[in-house]
Structures are given as C-alpha cells and as structure tokens.
Nanobody, 128 residues
Framework: QVRLVESGGGLVQAGESLTLSCVASGDINCLTAMGWYRQVPGKKRVLVAGATKWGVISYADSVKGQFTIYRDKADNIADLQMNSLKPEDTATYYC??????????????????????WGQGTQVTVSS
C-alpha cells in the first residue's frame, strides 16, 4: 500500500490559482496511476484529473484547459495546477493512488489484488 500526503489547499478569490501536491510513500514502485478527485457535501466524489505510469492523462470535461496534472520522474508525486479558479471549483480534493501490475516481482501481490489508496483530502474554497 501507499500513504498519500496532500498539501496546497486553501481559500482564494475567483480567478486566482492554486497548486495541490500529493506525495506517495510506501510501495511506490507498484503505482499504476495517481489522480485527483473532488467532492462537495451531498455529492459523489468525482475524478478531476489522472495520470498513469505510462503517460496517459485524463481530465474531467469541466476542468479541461483550466487544470493540469503533473507527475514527477520518480512517479510518486502528483501535482494539480489549478488556474482561473471559480466558486464552483470549491470542494474537498482527494489524491488517489492505484497499485497494480507493473511487471515487477515485488508488486506481484497487486496483480490479482489491485488496490486504491486515498489521501485525507484538502479543502479548496474559491470566493466570488
């Protein structure tokens, strides 16, 4: 498993930018993807942006062109650059890591039993 530590949330005004950072520790060699989700009270947690180990990147339609996800070369950090923030971007943002088959013997435990690990969440509030 991995432990995820998130940082970078806060209170900003509409139009400003924030960068969220997520650092993974533990079985980082077994990471297949990292991503950011967000959740508002009473609604489901939804994908904002994700990046696989092999360079495939995806974004929610609502943030395309506005948010950018970055992965470092060591593959254990996922940063989310958020520009031109809007009040509707207000949410708790969660980092998620997926562990699975990466072709390494020390990750065999995740081949048949892939897992997702979550961070504790960081609040982003955008005032109008």
């Amino acid at each position: 498993q991995v432990r995820l530590v998130e940082s970078g949330g806060g209170l900003v005004q509409a139009g400003e930018s924030l960068t969220l950072s997520c650092v993974a520790s533990g079985d980082i060699n077994c990471l297949t993807a990292m991503g950011w989700y967000r959740q508002v009270p009473g609604k489901k947690r939804v994908l904002v942006a994700g990046a696989t180990k092999w360079g495939v990147i995806s974004y929610a339609d609502s943030v395309k062109g506005q948010f950018t996800i970055y992965r470092d070369k060591a593959d254990n950090i996922a940063d989310l650059q958020m520009n031109s923030l809007k009040p509707e971007d207000t949410a708790t943002y969660y980092c998620k890591a997926k562990l699975g088959n990466v072709g390494r013997a020390d990750c065999n435990q995740y081949v048949m039993n892939p897992r997702d690990d979550w961070g504790q969440g960081t609040q982003v509030t955008v005032s109008s």
